[in-house]
Protein backbone atom coordinates (compact mmCIF):
# COMPACT_ATOMS: atom_id res chain seq x y z
CA UNK A 1 0.00 0.00 0.00
CA UNK A 2 1.05 3.42 -0.59
CA UNK A 3 0.87 6.27 1.40
CA UNK A 4 2.14 10.37 1.02
CA UNK A 5 4.55 11.59 3.81
CA UNK A 6 5.36 15.43 4.11
CA UNK A 7 8.77 16.38 4.93
CA UNK A 8 9.54 20.20 7.07
CA UNK A 9 9.59 22.70 6.42
CA UNK A 10 6.42 21.82 3.67
CA UNK A 11 5.82 23.11 0.12
CA UNK A 12 4.05 20.87 -2.59
CA UNK A 13 7.45 19.57 -3.63
CA UNK A 14 8.01 18.08 -0.23
CA UNK A 15 5.26 15.39 -0.69
CA UNK A 16 6.71 11.79 -1.36
CA UNK A 17 4.54 8.38 -2.13
CA UNK A 18 6.25 6.00 0.18
CA UNK A 19 5.24 1.82 0.51
CA UNK A 20 3.97 0.89 3.99
CA UNK A 21 2.16 -1.84 5.62
CA UNK A 22 -1.57 -1.40 7.15
CA UNK A 23 -1.46 -1.74 11.51
CA UNK A 24 -3.24 -4.31 12.77
CA UNK A 25 -5.88 -2.44 15.31
CA UNK A 26 -5.20 -2.77 19.11
CA UNK A 27 -8.30 -2.42 21.20
CA UNK A 28 -10.96 0.31 20.60
CA UNK A 29 -9.38 1.02 17.17
CA UNK A 30 -10.60 -0.41 13.58
CA UNK A 31 -8.72 -0.74 10.20
CA UNK A 32 -10.18 1.40 7.39
CA UNK A 33 -9.65 0.98 3.90
CA UNK A 34 -9.25 4.69 2.62
CA UNK A 35 -10.94 5.00 -0.37
CA UNK A 36 -11.23 8.81 -0.74
CA UNK A 37 -10.10 12.03 0.23
CA UNK A 38 -11.19 15.73 -0.19
CA UNK A 39 -9.18 19.02 0.16
CA UNK A 40 -9.55 21.84 2.71
CA UNK A 41 -8.20 24.84 2.96
CA UNK A 42 -6.84 23.84 6.23
CA UNK A 43 -5.05 20.78 4.63
CA UNK A 44 -3.42 23.31 2.14
CA UNK A 45 -2.44 25.42 4.93
CA UNK A 46 -0.40 22.05 6.54
CA UNK A 47 1.31 20.92 3.19
CA UNK A 48 2.36 24.56 2.10
CA UNK A 49 3.88 24.96 5.54
CA UNK A 50 2.35 27.82 6.77
CA UNK A 51 0.89 25.29 9.51
CA UNK A 52 3.91 23.37 10.90
CA UNK A 53 4.29 19.43 10.94
CA UNK A 54 5.90 16.88 12.53
CA UNK A 55 8.63 15.48 9.94
CA UNK A 56 7.27 12.77 7.99
CA UNK A 57 3.32 13.85 8.50
CA UNK A 58 0.78 12.22 6.58
CA UNK A 59 -1.82 15.23 5.71
CA UNK A 60 -5.20 15.05 4.87
CA UNK A 61 -8.16 15.62 7.42
CA UNK A 62 -10.88 14.00 5.67
CA UNK A 63 -11.75 10.26 4.86
CA UNK A 64 -14.13 7.63 3.41
CA UNK A 65 -13.72 4.24 3.28
CA UNK A 66 -14.54 0.51 4.41
CA UNK A 67 -14.32 -0.67 7.61
CA UNK A 68 -11.53 -3.90 7.00
CA UNK A 69 -10.39 -4.81 10.60
CA UNK A 70 -11.40 -4.31 14.28
CA UNK A 71 -9.86 -4.06 17.58
CA UNK A 72 -10.93 -5.37 21.02
CA UNK A 73 -14.52 -4.18 22.66
CA UNK A 74 -15.37 -2.00 19.04
CA UNK A 75 -19.13 -2.41 18.89
CA UNK A 76 -19.74 0.13 16.77
CA UNK A 77 -18.69 -1.26 13.99
CA UNK A 78 -18.48 -4.54 11.69
CA UNK A 79 -15.87 -5.46 9.21
CA UNK A 80 -17.30 -3.97 5.70
CA UNK A 81 -18.67 -1.27 6.84
CA UNK A 82 -18.52 2.34 5.18
CA UNK A 83 -17.42 4.84 7.64
CA UNK A 84 -16.57 8.50 7.65
CA UNK A 85 -13.96 10.53 9.90
CA UNK A 86 -14.15 12.97 12.19
CA UNK A 87 -12.16 16.08 12.24
CA UNK A 88 -12.14 16.36 15.84
CA UNK A 89 -11.93 12.75 16.87
CA UNK A 90 -11.81 13.63 20.71
CA UNK A 91 -15.01 16.17 20.16
CA UNK A 92 -17.76 13.47 20.82
CA UNK A 93 -20.22 15.67 21.95
CA UNK A 94 -21.44 18.73 23.77
CA UNK A 95 -19.61 22.46 22.98
CA UNK A 96 -16.11 23.14 21.90
CA UNK A 97 -13.03 22.88 24.18
CA UNK A 98 -9.52 23.42 24.17
CA UNK A 99 -9.05 19.56 24.21
CA UNK A 100 -11.76 18.37 22.32
CA UNK A 101 -9.79 20.06 19.55
CA UNK A 102 -6.71 18.23 19.92
CA UNK A 103 -5.65 15.17 17.69
CA UNK A 104 -6.75 16.69 14.14
CA UNK A 105 -6.28 13.97 11.28
CA UNK A 106 -3.31 15.40 8.69
CA UNK A 107 -1.82 17.96 11.54
CA UNK A 108 -1.74 16.93 14.93
CA UNK A 109 -1.62 13.25 14.14
CA UNK A 110 -1.26 11.34 10.44
CA UNK A 111 -4.01 12.03 8.51
CA UNK A 112 -6.24 9.97 5.03
CA UNK A 113 -3.42 10.47 2.41
CA UNK A 114 -2.85 6.78 2.71
CA UNK A 115 -4.79 3.56 1.07
CA UNK A 116 -5.47 2.33 5.04
CA UNK A 117 -5.62 3.69 7.79
CA UNK A 118 -6.09 2.24 11.81
CA UNK A 119 -7.15 4.68 14.14
CA UNK A 120 -9.96 4.95 17.67
CA UNK A 121 -13.28 4.32 16.74
CA UNK A 122 -14.33 7.02 18.13
CA UNK A 123 -13.02 8.91 15.57
CA UNK A 124 -15.33 8.04 12.45
CA UNK A 125 -19.06 7.93 12.20
CA UNK A 126 -21.10 5.70 9.41
CA UNK A 127 -21.41 6.91 5.74
CA UNK A 128 -24.44 8.46 4.14
CA UNK A 129 -26.27 5.77 2.55
CA UNK A 130 -26.79 7.95 -0.70
CA UNK A 131 -23.34 8.82 -1.31
CA UNK A 132 -20.13 7.40 -2.67
CA UNK A 133 -16.67 7.63 -1.45
CA UNK A 134 -15.57 10.82 -2.86
CA UNK A 135 -18.90 12.59 -2.04
CA UNK A 136 -19.16 11.56 1.31
CA UNK A 137 -15.32 12.03 1.75
CA UNK A 138 -15.97 16.39 1.33
CA UNK A 139 -18.26 16.31 4.13
CA UNK A 140 -16.13 15.91 7.03
CA UNK A 141 -14.50 19.56 7.22
CA UNK A 142 -16.27 21.27 4.45
CA UNK A 143 -19.92 19.87 5.32
CA UNK A 144 -19.89 19.90 8.61
CA UNK A 145 -18.54 23.50 9.07
CA UNK A 146 -21.49 25.02 7.09
CA UNK A 147 -23.97 22.59 8.95
CA UNK A 148 -22.68 23.85 12.22
CA UNK A 149 -22.68 27.37 11.04
CA UNK A 150 -25.96 27.72 9.79
CA UNK A 151 -28.05 24.90 12.17
CA UNK A 152 -26.39 24.69 15.40
CA UNK A 153 -25.06 28.51 16.24
CA UNK A 154 -27.37 30.43 13.96
CA UNK A 155 -30.58 28.12 14.31
CA UNK A 156 -31.23 28.67 11.02
CA UNK A 157 -35.26 28.55 10.14
CA UNK A 158 -37.26 28.12 7.15
CA UNK A 159 -37.71 31.48 5.19
CA UNK A 160 -34.50 32.73 6.68
CA UNK A 161 -31.91 35.27 4.67
CA UNK A 162 -28.73 33.81 4.31
CA UNK A 163 -25.27 35.19 2.75
CA UNK A 164 -22.58 33.05 1.34
CA UNK A 165 -19.09 33.77 -0.07
CA UNK A 166 -17.80 32.27 -2.84
CA UNK A 167 -18.00 29.15 -4.07
CA UNK A 168 -15.53 27.03 -1.65
CA UNK A 169 -17.08 23.93 -0.51
CA UNK A 170 -17.85 25.87 2.68
CA UNK A 171 -19.82 28.28 0.97
CA UNK A 172 -21.62 25.91 -1.34
CA UNK A 173 -22.21 23.37 1.34
CA UNK A 174 -24.02 26.66 3.18
CA UNK A 175 -26.01 27.18 0.02
CA UNK A 176 -27.35 23.77 -0.41
CA UNK A 177 -28.17 23.46 3.09
CA UNK A 178 -29.92 26.64 3.79
CA UNK A 179 -32.41 26.18 0.35
CA UNK A 180 -32.61 22.54 2.16
CA UNK A 181 -34.38 24.34 5.06
CA UNK A 182 -35.90 26.87 2.46
CA UNK A 183 -34.48 29.85 3.54
CA UNK A 184 -33.22 32.79 0.57
CA UNK A 185 -30.09 32.51 -0.41
CA UNK A 186 -28.00 35.60 -1.93
CA UNK A 187 -24.66 34.53 -3.05
CA UNK A 188 -21.29 36.72 -4.34
CA UNK A 189 -18.12 35.68 -6.22
CA UNK A 190 -16.23 37.79 -8.50
CA UNK A 191 -16.81 35.60 -11.36
CA UNK A 192 -20.36 35.77 -13.30
CA UNK A 193 -19.51 31.85 -14.10
CA UNK A 194 -19.23 30.50 -11.02
CA UNK A 195 -21.93 33.15 -10.18
CA UNK A 196 -24.78 31.35 -13.01
CA UNK A 197 -23.72 27.98 -10.99
CA UNK A 198 -24.80 28.91 -7.62
CA UNK A 199 -28.06 30.11 -9.48
CA UNK A 200 -28.34 26.64 -10.69
CA UNK A 201 -27.65 25.28 -7.28
CA UNK A 202 -30.26 27.58 -6.27
CA UNK A 203 -28.78 30.92 -5.34
CA UNK A 204 -31.87 33.45 -6.09
CA UNK A 205 -29.52 36.66 -5.95
CA UNK A 206 -26.48 37.08 -6.91
CA UNK A 207 -23.50 39.75 -6.56
CA UNK A 208 -20.37 40.39 -8.10
CA UNK A 209 -18.32 41.86 -5.74
CA UNK A 210 -16.02 43.12 -8.74
CA UNK A 211 -19.15 45.40 -9.64
CA UNK A 212 -20.30 46.27 -6.40
CA UNK A 213 -17.29 46.43 -3.74
CA UNK A 214 -19.81 48.34 -1.54
CA UNK A 215 -22.24 45.02 -1.77
CA UNK A 216 -23.31 45.78 1.70
CA UNK A 217 -25.74 48.15 0.47
CA UNK A 218 -26.69 45.76 -2.31
CA UNK A 219 -27.46 43.29 0.16
CA UNK A 220 -29.65 45.73 1.89
CA UNK A 221 -31.41 46.76 -1.44
CA UNK A 222 -32.41 42.92 -2.27
CA UNK A 223 -33.89 42.35 1.29
CA UNK A 224 -35.96 45.77 1.63
CA UNK A 225 -33.48 47.06 4.32
CA UNK A 226 -33.69 44.37 6.45
CA UNK A 227 -30.54 42.75 6.12
CA UNK A 228 -29.66 38.78 5.98
CA UNK A 229 -30.03 36.77 9.31
CA UNK A 230 -26.44 34.49 8.69
CA UNK A 231 -23.57 36.13 6.95
CA UNK A 232 -21.03 32.80 6.48
CA UNK A 233 -18.50 34.84 6.18
CA UNK A 234 -15.41 33.24 4.72
CA UNK A 235 -12.96 36.11 3.76
CA UNK A 236 -11.84 37.72 6.49
CA UNK A 237 -10.76 41.28 7.37
CA UNK A 238 -11.37 41.93 3.97
CA UNK A 239 -14.92 41.36 3.61
CA UNK A 240 -15.96 41.53 7.34
CA UNK A 241 -17.17 45.33 6.95
CA UNK A 242 -19.20 44.54 4.27
CA UNK A 243 -20.63 41.37 6.31
CA UNK A 244 -21.24 43.81 9.32
CA UNK A 245 -23.35 45.94 6.89
CA UNK A 246 -25.43 43.26 5.26
CA UNK A 247 -25.99 41.28 8.54
CA UNK A 248 -29.42 42.15 9.93
CA UNK A 249 -30.57 43.71 13.48
CA UNK A 250 -30.28 40.23 15.44
CA UNK A 251 -28.58 38.52 13.05
CA UNK A 252 -25.11 36.43 13.18
CA UNK A 253 -21.62 36.61 11.46
CA UNK A 254 -20.57 32.78 11.22
CA UNK A 255 -16.87 33.54 11.75
CA UNK A 256 -15.20 30.79 9.23
CA UNK A 257 -12.55 31.65 6.98
CA UNK A 258 -9.43 34.13 6.91
CA UNK A 259 -8.62 34.08 3.51
CA UNK A 260 -7.91 37.55 3.13
CA UNK A 261 -5.50 37.92 6.15
CA UNK A 262 -5.75 36.87 9.90
CA UNK A 263 -6.37 40.47 11.44
CA UNK A 264 -8.26 43.94 10.40
CA UNK A 265 -10.60 46.45 11.43
CA UNK A 266 -14.34 45.82 12.58
CA UNK A 267 -16.99 48.62 12.21
CA UNK A 268 -17.83 48.07 15.71
CA UNK A 269 -20.33 50.54 16.52
CA UNK A 270 -22.48 49.13 13.35
CA UNK A 271 -21.97 45.44 14.81
CA UNK A 272 -23.30 46.68 18.12
CA UNK A 273 -26.15 48.91 16.99
CA UNK A 274 -27.64 45.91 14.97
CA UNK A 275 -27.29 44.20 18.00
CA UNK A 276 -25.27 41.31 15.84
CA UNK A 277 -22.70 38.44 16.96
CA UNK A 278 -19.53 36.85 15.26
CA UNK A 279 -19.70 33.59 16.08
CA UNK A 280 -16.71 31.42 15.52
CA UNK A 281 -16.80 28.14 13.90
CA UNK A 282 -14.19 25.37 13.87
CA UNK A 283 -15.99 22.22 12.09
CA UNK A 284 -17.95 20.66 14.55
CA UNK A 285 -18.55 17.69 16.72
CA UNK A 286 -19.30 13.86 15.96
CA UNK A 287 -22.65 14.47 17.14
CA UNK A 288 -23.34 17.24 14.21
CA UNK A 289 -21.97 15.11 12.28
CA UNK A 290 -24.04 12.59 12.67
CA UNK A 291 -27.08 14.95 12.60
CA UNK A 292 -25.89 16.44 9.59
CA UNK A 293 -25.94 12.49 7.32
CA UNK A 294 -29.34 12.41 8.91
CA UNK A 295 -30.28 15.59 7.32
CA UNK A 296 -28.31 14.32 3.96
CA UNK A 297 -29.79 11.04 3.21
CA UNK A 298 -33.68 12.13 4.25
CA UNK A 299 -32.95 15.22 0.80
CA UNK A 300 -30.73 12.99 -0.65
CA UNK A 301 -28.56 15.82 -1.11
CA UNK A 302 -25.15 15.74 -3.09
CA UNK A 303 -21.93 17.42 -2.94
CA UNK A 304 -20.65 19.14 -5.75
CA UNK A 305 -17.30 17.63 -6.51
CA UNK A 306 -15.00 19.59 -9.11
CA UNK A 307 -12.80 17.07 -9.98
CA UNK A 308 -10.86 13.84 -8.54
CA UNK A 309 -6.84 12.91 -8.55
CA UNK A 310 -4.96 9.43 -7.72
CA UNK A 311 -3.36 9.81 -4.23
CA UNK A 312 0.17 9.58 -6.35
CA UNK A 313 -0.71 13.20 -8.01
CA UNK A 314 -1.83 14.80 -4.76
CA UNK A 315 0.42 17.88 -5.52
CA UNK A 316 -0.99 18.32 -8.33
CA UNK A 317 -4.31 18.35 -6.70
CA UNK A 318 -3.62 21.23 -4.36
CA UNK A 319 -2.23 22.70 -7.52
CA UNK A 320 -5.40 23.14 -8.68
CA UNK A 321 -6.91 24.38 -5.57
CA UNK A 322 -4.06 27.23 -5.49
CA UNK A 323 -5.34 28.12 -8.95
CA UNK A 324 -8.82 28.91 -7.89
CA UNK A 325 -10.48 27.85 -10.97
CA UNK A 326 -12.31 24.96 -9.10
CA UNK A 327 -15.99 24.88 -7.97
CA UNK A 328 -16.92 22.84 -5.05
CA UNK A 329 -14.52 20.01 -3.69
CA UNK A 330 -11.19 18.85 -5.05
CA UNK A 331 -10.95 15.20 -4.21
CA UNK A 332 -8.28 12.07 -4.04
CA UNK A 333 -8.85 8.69 -4.59
CA UNK A 334 -6.70 6.12 -3.07
Avoid at 22 to 32: F, L
Avoid at 69 to 77: L, P, S
Avoid at 158 to 187: E, K
Avoid at 253 to 267: K, N, R, Y
Wanted: charged residues 20%.
Amino acid sequence: MQQVKLARPGGLDKLKVVDFEPAAPAAGEIQVSVKASSLNFHDYAVVSGLLPVDEGRIPMSDGAGVVTAIGEGVADFAVGDKVLSCFFPNWQDGGPAFEKLLGVPGDHVDGFAAGSVTMSARGFTRMPANLGYKEAASLTCAGLTAWRALMVEARLKPGDWVLVQGSGGVSVFALQFARMLGCNVIATSSSDKKLQKLSALGAQHLINYKQEPGWGDKVLQITGGRGVDVVVEVGGPATLPQSVRSVSFGGCISMIGVLTGIAGEVPTAELFQKNATISGITVGSRRHQLDMIAAIETNDLRPVIDSSYPLEKLGDAFRHQESQRHFGKICVEM
